[in-house]
């Protein structure tokens, strides 16, 4: 297939998925792109003869260009194209004349952040988090909380004990929850809510985004798509309250090094969340041994929980499993499903019936 039409079928096929998350407009928006881009502008010609896997667990392409404009967007850099956009409803001619006029006035803004992956810090996605820590709260005991987030992005997630969930009516988490996250909860047997008091917090990135930087604030912010309000509102309020500001550096010798400090009275959670799926084999093997190896340590006093929401070839959404060394053989446990966004939580515990990453490094 010749790269011109893999990189168009990827911007249908990225359309598809964002408007099955909620977003009609990056529905629209994706395939009027990968239709419309030509080699005549300096844009259309990177991205249409841009090599290798160019789609969502890839390069991720259409959604670098999607950034780079909601980005002029946001910072008032292209008022034409923010007239074109949401809340604004526009034909697709008129849609199309702002974009095109856009990436020629700012080209050489669009072309620099083409070369730069997206990065969302997807603050629902701390939902999951919180009821892995109520699962393992009640195995453990009430005890406070060390955070590890691998892939941890801008750290927004690292406040999570600012946060509350609200489950069967009531929310629960800190009365002045600076992030109120409701997703719908399906299944029968829900978790029991506990305090969750984090006394530490550490996080690592590749390329960790400072939320107190304009810049890093903005691309932050850029990767979330424009008819999605709530979501931008959310981000932002996240951003008011995260201090913890991730390391730079590879997962795995990271997570060695946090390892090597027993923790006693405490429980300590090393997470990922729409994570794993980038690190490189090697990473993803490094840490199933160094969790393997900790958990042989962990005691009933220290005890050490992996919980990943990571996509596992299942449907719907992604699996979110636990694994929990306390003493003793580890317990493996599904704990359910969600979508990417976490917009719905199946919680269905049930122990594994084979070992899943990060035991197999898979």
């Known amino acids: 297939m010749p790269e011109s039409q893999k990189i168009r079928d990827a911007f249908i096929f990225q359309g598809r998925a964002c408007e099955s998350l909620g977003s009609p407009f990056m529905g629209r928006l994706m395939p009027l792109l990968g239709e419309r881009l030509g080699d005549d502008m300096a844009v259309g010609a990177r991205c249409l003869a841009w090599e290798g896997d160019v789609g969502p667990s890839g390069q991720s392409v259409p959604l670098r260009l999607a950034g780079a404009l909601h ?3 946001l910072d008032g850099s292209a008022p034409a194209l923010a007239a074109a956009y949401p809340p604004h409803a526009v034909s697709d001619e008129a849609l199309w004349a702002a974009i095109e006029e856009t990436l020629r006035a700012h080209e050489a803004r669009v072309l620099d952040w083409l070369d730069r992956a997206p990065q969302t810090n997807e603050v629902r996605r701390a939902a ?18 060390v955070l590890s987030e691998l892939g941890a992005s801008g750290g927004l997630n690292l406040a999570l004990d600012r946060f509350s969930v609200a489950l ?16 719908e909860w399906r299944g029968r047997n829900r978790p029991d809510p506990h305090p969750v008091t984090v006394v530490e917090r550490g996080g690592v990135d590749l390329a960790p985004l400072d939320p107190a930087d304009p810049s890093d604030r903005l691309r932050l912010l850029a990767y979330l798509w424009p008819d999605q309000p709530e979501r931008l509102a959310r981000t932002r309020a996240a951003m008011a309250v995260a201090t913890a ?14 390892l090597e400090t027993r923790r006693p009275g405490a429980l300590h959670a090393v997470y990922t969340t729409i994570a794993a799926q980038y690190f490189p084999d090697a990473t ?21 929980l992996h919980l990943a929401l990571e996509a596992d070839g299942g449907e719907p959404g992604a699996g979110l499993t636990a694994t929990l060394w306390s003493g003793g053989a580890p317990r493996q446990v599904l704990l359910g499903r969600a979508d990417f966004h976490v917009d719905w939580i199946e919680w269905s515990p049930e122990p594994a019936d084979a070992p899943f990453y990060p035991l197999t490094g898979h």
Do not use: N, Q, Y
Request: neutral net charge; proline residues 8%; aromatic residues 4%.
């Open 71 to 73: 980005g002029l967007v």
């Open 128 to 145: 999951v988090v919180i009821a892995g820590l109520w699962w393992a709260l009640g195995e453990t005991g009430t005890r406070p909380v």
């Open 168 to 183: 069967d009516g009531a929310h629960h988490g800190p009365a002045d929850a600076a992030v109120a996250l409701a997703p």
């Open 245 to 258: 500001r991730p390391e730079a550096g590879d997962a795995a010798p990271w997570l060695a090094r946090r």
């Open 284 to 304: 993803r093997r490094a840490i199933a041994d160094h969790l393997r190896e900790a958990g042989r340590a962990a005691t009933a006093d220290a005890p050490l």
